[in-house]
């Protein structure tokens, strides 16, 4: 029941900067960690950032010193500053996040969720 949308996408040149957002509504509890992955044209989806609350981050080791997840918790958001991008970076954005929730008796219910993505276009 939980629904994300991400934003921030649009065409940048190389060496520039976007900060993507991925906001969650709907039922949302006990959210647990935050993950950016990507996907180029004719390639896989890859993981790009892991942001675990609480915890730490994790990122994609091409995108690391680039890359920045972040969240606000109270706006139920998370963040990825993409700084220095490069070509290779254009791809379609996605988000996802991983919570609890709890049924009648008490007993926590992983749920996970995915948003539908945003695109970045790196080019000059």
């Known amino acids: 029941q939980v629904q994300l949308v991400e934003s921030g996408g649009g065409l940048v040149q190389p060496g520039g900067s976007l900060r993507l957002s991925c906001a969650a509504s709907?039922?949302?509890?006990?959210?647990?960690?935050w993950e950016w992955y990507r996907q180029a044209p004719g390639s896989q989806r890859e993981l790009v950032a892991t942001?675990?609350?609480?915890?730490?981050?994790d990122y994609k080791d091409s995108v690391k010193g680039r890359f920045t997840i972040s969240a606000d918790s109270a706006k139920s958001t998370s963040y990825l500053q993409i700084d220095s991008v490069k070509p290779e970076d254009t791809a379609v954005y996605s988000c996802?996040?991983?919570?609890?929730?709890?049924?009648?008796?008490?007993?926590?219910?992983?749920?996970?969720?995915w948003g539908q993505g945003t695109q970045v276009t790196v080019s000059s």
């Open positions: 996802a996040v991983t919570g609890l929730d709890y049924d009648y008796s008490g007993s926590p219910i992983a749920y996970r969720s």
């Open positions: 709907g039922r949302i509890s006990s959210i647990q960690a």
């Open positions: 942001l675990k609350i609480g915890g730490g981050t």
